[in-house]
């Protein structure tokens, strides 16, 4: 009976033992696998982020280059009123001009008459 009690608990201590290590086994395998998935979770994300900032930088450069074109035709616009309006300007003084010498001239003949 004693070498039936004696191999009980032998295996008893082998299986304790084998537990141990297969658990320690797991862990540092499960370990390993969370960080396998952390690391392929990180490149995700930094892909995702070099993308979204690939994206952003060429929304930005859209947006800057119809900024820009847009600035570039309200001065254009602005100048041609500015024109137009020197021009009215010039007109209107030109005319005032000849307006003041006329009636100059007609007082002037109807004082000498």
Excluded: C, P
């Excluded at 540092?28 to 690391?39: G, I, N």
């Amino acid at each position: 009976m004693d070498k039936g009690n004696g191999g009980g608990g032998g295996f008893f201590a082998g299986f304790l033992i084998g537990a141990v290590v297969g658990g320690a086994a797991a862990v540092l395998l499960a370990q390993q696998e969370t960080r396998d998935r952390l690391a392929g979770k990180a490149r995700e994300a930094s892909d995702f982020a070099m993308g979204a900032t690939d994206d952003l930088r060429g929304k930005f450069g859209d947006v800057t280059s119809q900024w820009q074109s847009s600035v570039s035709e309200l001065y254009e616009r602005g100048r041609q009123v500015v024109e137009s309006a020197r021009a009215n300007i010039d007109a209107a003084v030109a005319e005032g001009r000849e307006t003041a010498e006329q009636t100059g001239d007609d007082l002037q003949r109807k004082a000498e008459e």
